[in-house]
């Protein structure tokens, strides 16, 4: 079984970190390999969906939210089985977010465990700094800059 962990402390309180990662729907944005996501069924705390992870492999997940605490997703079926948690604890104004994997790779992956287990803890890591950027409303698109083309430049009335 394959661990991987990950934390980062951000500026942000616990219940603002939660509508991050609550979002469960918005999982893709976080976590690259995951290619597309259905749900199944969702009663009170727990959902049940179907995950795609890259484009070909289909996954069963149950994933269970407790409300400002934690995130628990139990891999049940497909090429991953184990869990994922994303743990938030609250310090003052700030909240520290930890992200704990336990894995184990079946068929073909079970096989390259290592490589995936490394492709997976860089994955974590993005995904943490990723949920950060979220909470504390950090854009980082790229800034739109006003251009003038040539053309724009010229008016034929002016001669």
């Not at 394959?2 to 970190?17: C, G, R």
């Not at 484009?55 to 997703?73: D, F, G, S």
């Not at 994303?86 to 465990?113: P, R």
Request: proline share 3%.
């Amino acid at each position: 079984m394959a661990q991987i962990k990950a934390s980062i402390e951000i500026n942000a309180p616990v219940d603002k970190v939660w509508d991050v990662i609550s979002e469960i729907d918005n999982d893709p944005k976080f976590w690259s390999a995951i290619t597309s996501i259905r749900n199944i069924s969702r009663e009170n705390n727990e959902v049940k969906r179907e995950v795609i992870l890259a484009k070909v492999n289909k996954c069963l997940q149950t994933v269970t939210l407790y409300p400002n605490e934690k995130v628990h997703t139990e891999w049940t079926k497909g090429i991953i089985k184990g869990t994922k948690d994303l743990i938030l604890t609250s310090k003052n104004s700030t909240t520290h977010l930890e992200a704990v994997l336990d894995y184990k790779f079946s068929g073909m992956a079970g096989f390259m465990s290592g490589k995936i287990t490394k492709d997976i803890q860089k994955e974590t890591e993005r995904a943490v700094e990723s949920i950060k950027e979220k909470a504390e409303g950090v854009d980082k698109s790229l800034p739109m800059e006003e251009r003038t083309h040539w053309a724009d430049m010229y008016d034929e009335n002016q001669k």
